[in-house]
């Protein structure tokens, strides 16, 4: 094998595994955050921005190589670009992180001076919390509820309990009854802005 089928081999692996990163991420965003515990938002926001300059700059790369050899042009000169190009489309055309979210039936949130916290409600009677604040502080618990009339229950698939295990739909707001003893912030009204 010479120099040239090494190169053009490892050049065709690179770009398969940069843009199976890429293209992975965007689409399972909102999953990887919130089943990996909230990963910190900075460093994985950093990791998908370098991937995608990464991209930009290889297409362009990529582009200029196929000018410059457009004499003894070949499919796998061309295959690079083709293979960032159709990466970077289908990752913003393909709405597929909000696919896997769920469809949510109720939304809540609490913004403080440095954080905000939402709470979703979903239609397969599932629910996460996700509280997130200044220096990329990002916090997901999930569980499932049940709800009779303006009272809802809390079932937490951890041990977290950051807003107590019934809330009280009331005027707008979601309101905590019998909050954990440590989570005396919590006891602020949430704001109901989307109810289904």
Known sequence: MGINQQSNRWRINTVYVICGLFFFGIVF???IDVYSGGINY???????????????ISIITSTIRVIKNRRQLTLKMFLPSIIYSLTLLLSFLIPASKLFEGKTILS??????QSQTVLNF???KTFEFNASGVFGYNEWVTGKYSQKGDTIFLKYDSSKFRFGPKVLNKDGELLTINPPKDSVQ???PF?????K
């Open 108 to 113: 809540a949130y609490r913004k403080g001076t």
């Open 42 to 56: 900075i460093l994985s926001s950093l990791f998908f921005i370098i991937l995608f300059l990464v991209i930009a």
């Open 186 to 188: 919590y006891l602020v």
């Open 122 to 124: 979903k239609a397969d």
């Open 29 to 31: 965003s909102h999953l």
């Open 191 to 195: 704001k109901i802005y989307n109810s």
